[in-house]
């Protein structure tokens, strides 16, 4: 029986939510079945890029292309690549690769609505720009063969707001169990200079608008005016991340840690997380805390609700921009047993948002669409 041929098309490669639920999804594919290709089209970002771990996968390519190439179908050589490779199913990832497959190859196409493109790109892009982009991305959404929304709450969205009817795969995290005791979190807070005698809420995301940073800066910095037993720790950079560090780095109980390599040993020094998004896709960074054992402090948002669906144990949801709601939250979950909750939030995690479930029902999919060929 031959194997079916899956080729991956990306933008490039940043240790980003979107290529993560990628890694996690080829991490189980069964290698009998499928054969891999990879080809990637614009110039890696060195310093953010995980393009050498995570090709080792595939028969990979570069072929290099800008965007004007994409919009004006200067795309001979990526076509003949693809001719050559000529597989059963194209994943692509990022609005020019789904937008460059959906012109000849739709019926071979899967594609992963990992957000509300009409919401999150004029947030991320401003009008003209976000504008365009979310044109591009919902008119390869609507030609692929197979559009999958990665959370329940995002193909509702999508089918109330653009009448867009699409399954969804709940993404999924990569879980081994994690013993979260007293002793390890003393031995990852000492080697990364953490307090050891605070509570300690981490935060994992881009300092962009949709992250809503600046928000939850503005509560902290109140709640600690009152309260001296916890540590804010922030990683990632971004747009945002000069202006609000240069604004409440001073605060003694917050720290901006920029971008880093090792975000699970955080999660391993760290007491809760907290998120403040307006806007998610269903979000990785929450899942993977999870699997760390952390309890959670969730904007109420629709995708972080449908987590709490599963039990309302796991933490805290408070009112999305509700300053008095997220502190009283906060006072509320640093009284409660975080141990215990922690537990719960592993559970859930491993139960419902485990990555070999995720990766077995796009394997389903990936056959669906070969057997239309």
Do not use: W
């Amino acid at each position: 029986m031959n194997k079916i041929k899956i080729l991956f098309l990306i933008t490039r490669c940043p240790k980003s939510g979107p290529i993560e639920v990628l890694k996690n999804i080829i991490k189980y594919l069964d290698r009998n079945s499928f054969t891999l290709f990879l080809i990637s089209m614009f110039p890696e970002d060195k310093e953010n890029s995980i393009l050498e771990t995570f090709n080792k996968n595939f028969y990979y390519e570069y072929i290099p292309m800008s965007k004007a190439d994409i919009l004006l179908g200067r795309d001979n050589k990526l076509n003949c690549a693809i001719k050559k490779i000529n597989p059963d199913v194209i994943h692509s990832t990022g609005v020019f690769a789904d937008y460059e497959i959906c012109k000849n190859y739709s019926g071979r196409q899967l594609i992963i609505a990992h957000n509300y493109v009409n919401e999150d790109y004029q947030m991320l892009y401003g009008k003209v720009i976000g504008n365009l982009l979310s044109a591009l991305q919902m008119k390869a959404m609507k030609r692929a063969a197979i559009t999958v929304a990665c959370s329940e709450s995002l193909a509702n969205i999508y089918a109330k707001k653009e009448d867009l009817k699409i399954p969804f795969i709940r993404n999924g995290v990569i879980c081994e169990k994690f013993e979260n005791n007293s002793l390890t979190k003393l031995k990852y807070r000492k080697t990364y200079d953490i307090p050891e005698d605070k509570i300690v809420l981490i935060y994992a995301a881009n300092f962009v608008k949709r992250k809503n940073h600046k928000f939850l800066l503005e509560c902290f910095k109140k709640y600690l005016q009152e309260h001296q037993n916890c540590y804010l720790l922030l990683l990632g950079d971004g747009v945002l991340y000069k202006e609000l560090k240069s604004l409440y780095a001073s605060e003694k109980n917050i720290s901006f840690r920029g971008k880093v390599s090792d975000v699970e040993n955080y999660y391993k020094a760290s007491d809760i997380y907290v998120s403040a998004s307006v806007s998610e896709g269903m979000p990785m960074g929450v899942l993977e805390a999870m699997s760390y054992n952390l309890p959670v402090l969730l904007s109420d948002i629709l995708q972080h609700r449908e987590v709490f669906s599963f039990s309302k144990e796991i933490g805290e949801l408070f009112g999305l921009d509700n300053k008095n709601d997220l502190l009283d939250k906060l006072k509320k979950l640093t009284e409660e047993n975080l141990t215990e909750k922690g537990h719960i939030a592993y559970q859930i995690v491993h139960e419902y948002f485990n990555s070999q479930n995720m990766s077995s029902q796009y394997e389903n999919l990936y056959r669906k669409i070969a057997d239309r060929q």
